[in-house]
């Protein structure tokens, strides 16, 4: 029995290490900021969320492969609450943040791409550890409750998520925006 107990115990403990590793005990920090206008390069996608991340490695593999632009940010920007609408009408736009060495190359990059400015806004932002997948999940649980009740609490108005995935710095930025003329985030739906 001692054996058993034993063998529960440290697979009690590798599991906590493994979800702790992933942000499971990170305190989420939520901070209002200026963030500065960057480049949007994605496709619009509807329905489940959980498929966003196929079309975030598509557009990064073609950006590496056949124009030889390397991304080290990926994002989603999400519309609608998946607790209010269905997942087959969930809307989305993804894709990849155009690091500012390429941005001469805007005017090539729209010939192949959905291409759009996102403007310098005042954003209220929350930050998660980035060390892989599991902690994309760990985040939605622990960031948008704390997130949705900043905004609340502040009379925000509820627009558009967007989660970025900045690899290099391992974190994912949780932005929203809160003094954007809304009808920008429609315009990159066209």
């Known amino acids: 029995m001692k054996s058993v107990l034993s063998v529960i115990g440290l697979v009690t403990i590798f599991i906590l290490l493994t979800l702790s590793y992933y942000g499971l005990f990170t ?4 901070a209002e900021k200026e963030i500065e206008n960057f480049w949007l390069i994605y496709e619009k996608h509807v329905g489940d969320y959980k498929e ?11 950006l590496l492969g056949e124009d030889a632009i390397e991304t080290s940010r990926e ?4 519309y609608d609450n998946p607790k209010k609408v269905r997942k087959e009408n969930l809307r989305s736009i993804v894709g990849c943040i155009l690091d500012k060495q390429y941005e001469d190359r805007i005017e090539y990059l729209k010939k192949n791409y959905k291409v759009s400015k996102y403007p310098s806004s005042k954003n209220i932002v929350a930050e998660f550890p980035f060390k892989g997948k599991p902690s994309i999940f760990i985040g939605i649980f622990k960031v948008y409750p704390k997130l949705t009740k900043y905004i609340e609490q502040n009379n925000y108005s509820q627009g558009p998520i967007m989660e970025i995935y900045d690899t290099p710095n391992g974190k994912i ?5 809160v003094n954007m003329d809304a009808t920008i985030f429609d315009d990159f739906l066209k």
């Open 173 to 177: 930025l949780y932005v929203a925006s």
């Open 75 to 78: 994002f989603g920007l999400y």
């Open 52 to 62: 966003v991340g196929q079309v975030m490695d598509k557009i990064h593999s073609s």
């Open 27 to 30: 305190k989420v920090k939520i």
